[in-house]
């Protein structure tokens, strides 16, 4: 009885109060992982798709309840064909191989970036998920595809654009540019994680992150386990945020 109370009380003595509730990951170095073992990089894709499963099971435990993985940017089509359509049929298959798992677990999965370049195929899979997740409320899963910041600000200008010529707003304001972006009714991530070693953010939701805590791990991702993301979780919940003020 006395050890369950203690058990019980554990994750808020470590701290899990002032925890990052909205984490977003830039997924990379699937490439040099697969490479350095001499394989090809769609290998290294592969292994980072489990991971995905993986940090997504472990997020909730962990005090997460808003995770936004970078899959795919705007500036990824650059890659060769191959790559690219690996990546789609990666896409696709953890769509419907995760389904059943993530409506039974309470997972709402959506997405972010510009379908519209996407295959007619998996739009309708990311479709077909969002609705079929749509009530649940465990863990609110957003993963980027075909996404990139400043696309995401040009089309939400141009929505912004058609509400002022309507009448419907005189001066916009934060909130009304907030409210266009892909991203609108999602919170602000509180952290922002990249994995690889870069330190850069690749055009990853640069309006919504705007104050986030960043941390940059020279993990690859095929190689990030929960245990690290929680390490990180713990670490991080120190940081004293102030948004300006004194
Ligand atoms: C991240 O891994 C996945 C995508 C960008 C799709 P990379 O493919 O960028 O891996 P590295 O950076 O080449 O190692
Ligand atoms: C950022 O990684 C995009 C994703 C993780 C999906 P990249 O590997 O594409 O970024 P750069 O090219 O190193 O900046
Ligand atoms: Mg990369």
Redesign the pocket.
């Given at each position: 009885m006395a050890a369950e109370a203690v058990m019980a009380c554990a994750p808020l003595a470590g701290g899990t109060v002032a925890r990052a509730r909205h984490v977003a990951i830039?997924?990379?170095g699937n490439g040099r992982w697969a490479t350095e073992r001499g394989w090809p990089r769609l290998v290294g894709h592969r292994r980072g798709a489990q991971r995905v499963k993986e940090i997504v099971r472990a997020a909730p435990d962990l005090g997460v309840d808003w995770l936004t993985l970078?899959?795919?940017?705007t500036?990824?089509w650059k890659r060769s064909t191959e790559e690219v359509l690996g990546l789609m049929a990666i896409f696709a298959r953890y769509i419907r191989r995760e389904a059943a798992a993530m409506s039974a677990e309470g997972v709402r999965l959506r997405f972010i970036g510009e379908r519209a370049r996407l295959d007619d195929k998996l739009q309708s899979l990311m479709s077909g998920i969002e609705a079929r997740t749509a009530s649940n409320t465990r863990l609110n899963l957003t993963v980027a595809i075909n996404y990139g910041g400043r696309d995401e600000l040009a089309r939400a200008a141009a929505r912004l654009a058609a509400r002022i010529a309507s009448g419907e707003i005189a001066r916009p304001t934060e909130a009304d540019l907030a409210a266009c972006l892909d991203t609108a009714g999602h919170p602000d991530p509180d952290l922002v994680i990249r994995t690889s070693g870069?330190t850069?953010i690749?055009n990853f939701l640069p309006f919504q992150a705007a104050y986030s805590e960043y941390e940059f791990t020279p993990v690859l991702w095929p190689d990030f386990s929960p245990a690290h993301l929680a390490e990180i979780l713990e670490r991080t919940s120190q940081r004293q945020r102030r948004f300006g003020a004194a």
């Open positions: 830039i997924m990379d970078y899959a795919f940017s500036e990824n870069e850069r690749s």
